[in-house]
């Protein structure tokens, strides 16, 4: 058995759900947030045969596509030259990054 690790929008969190309950495969949605940006996003955990890893994977790509964030580099004002030098830089966020881990035992009660 694998654990993907998807770390997806919010935007595209509900989509991706439903998409992967359409083929019974099972989901935990939780409610994390970038370090970087410091902005929400969802982490899904999602427990599959060896066997089902390509699908999760194939699904995750057809749902969650890429966005630009602006973010404005925080400079310490000591730090900074000229205050207005601190330009707004864009940064794309995802589709999904995604982890595929083993798992040693699972078990519900
Ligand atoms: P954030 O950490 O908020 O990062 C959002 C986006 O900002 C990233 O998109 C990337 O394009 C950019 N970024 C991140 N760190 C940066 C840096 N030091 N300098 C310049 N740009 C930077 P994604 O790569 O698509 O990542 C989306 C979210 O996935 C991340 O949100 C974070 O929550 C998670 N993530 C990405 N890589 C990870 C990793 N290796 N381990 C754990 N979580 C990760």
């Known amino acids: 058995m694998k654990l993907v690790i998807a770390i997806v929008q919010d ?3 509900n ?14 949605k939780l409610a994390s947030t970038g370090g970087f ?3 929400g ?3 899904l955990l999602i ?3 060896e066997d089902n890893v390509a699908r999760v994977k194939e699904i995750i790509s057809e749902k969650c596509r890429s966005r630009k964030r602006f973010v404005t580099p925080t400079v310490p004002v000591a ?3 000229e205050p207005m030098l601190a ?21 519900k009660v």
């Open 11 to 13: 935007a595209d969190a």
């Open 15 to 28: 989509g991706l759900i439903r998409a992967l309950g359409a083929e019974r495969i099972e989901v935990t």
């Open 37 to 39: 940006l410091r902005e």
């Open 41 to 43: 996003n969802t982490t």
């Open 47 to 49: 427990g599959v045969t």
């Open 79 to 81: 730090e900074q030259p």
């Open 87 to 107: 330009q707004p830089m864009e940064v794309p966020v995802g589709g999904a990054v995604a982890f595929v881990v083993g798992v040693e035992e699972f078990f």
